[in-house]
């Protein structure tokens, strides 16, 4: 089973959360996401999670057991919710790569609205490194099918399709850090972004 996969929230026990339970799951996780990002892994403490989400202490062992735990399922929170974005931004394409792009797009918004995906995945290397891979992976395999599609439908140039993933996803994370992280910024600069639309057109052959 694909541990990126949306599943069924539950609780420390892996119980099926009721509606109440899946909203308090889900506070604790934006306070985790707020903590991790701004103090970093071995600052942040579970006092300072449950602060941030405004419950007690003891509510937070009723749905993670350690502060490892709540990491790794942020990790796998963002990377569902990052994916969806650029789902759904990609499907907007009429080619594939008006698809790559729109999907960067997405990205980037993204990003500019949680800029900790950039600092929490960073942390990842080193707090949890198969989590870090995980995390990578499961955006690289959606990639890996979608230009499968496309070199078979002839839009794109018969390449290996996972070096031409990881290569595309090299570039949105990078040309993401570099004009939204680093700048503070909203969106990508228009100009950049056009040039990103050449260089995928070039790369992907189209």
Same mark, same amino acid.
């Given at each position: &089973?694909? !541990?990126? @996969? =949306?599943?069924?929230? #539950?609780? %420390?026990?892996?119980?099926? +959360? ?67 974005? &650029?789902? !759904?931004? @990609? =499907?907007?394409?009429? #080619?594939? %790569?008006?698809?790559?792009? +729109? ?67 090299? &570039?949105? !994370? ?33």
């Amino acid at each position: &089973m694909n !541990e990126f @996969a =949306a599943p069924l929230p #539950t609780n %420390a026990d892996g119980k099926e +959360l009721t509606s109440r339970g899946a909203a308090t799951r889900a506070r604790l996780l934006a306070a985790a996401e707020e903590v991790f990002s701004e103090l970093g892994y071995h600052e942040a403490s579970i006092v300072k999670i449950t602060e941030a989400a405004k419950v007690a202490q003891g509510t937070f062992y009723l749905y993670f057991s350690s502060k490892q735990e709540i990491f790794e399922e942020l990790v796998r929170d963002l990377n569902r919710r990052v994916r969806h974005a &650029m789902a !759904e931004g @990609a =499907a907007r394409g009429k #080619t594939r %790569a008006e698809a790559e792009v +729109l999907g960067f797009e997405a990205f980037f918004q993204f990003t500019a609205e949680h800029a900790a995906l950039y600092r929490i995945i960073r942390q990842a290397e080193f707090v949890s490194p198969p989590t870090l891979r995980a995390h990578y992976e499961a955006i690289a395999s959606g990639y890996v099918a979608a230009l499968q599609a496309a070199m078979q439908d002839g839009e794109v140039a018969q390449v290996d399709p996972e070096v031409l993933a990881w290569a595309l996803m090299g &570039m949105g !994370e990078l040309i993401g850090m570099r004009w939204i992280l680093w700048e503070g910024a909203g969106a990508i600069p228009r100009d950049v972004l056009d040039a990103l639309r050449t260089l995928v057109e070039r790369v992907l052959g189209a």
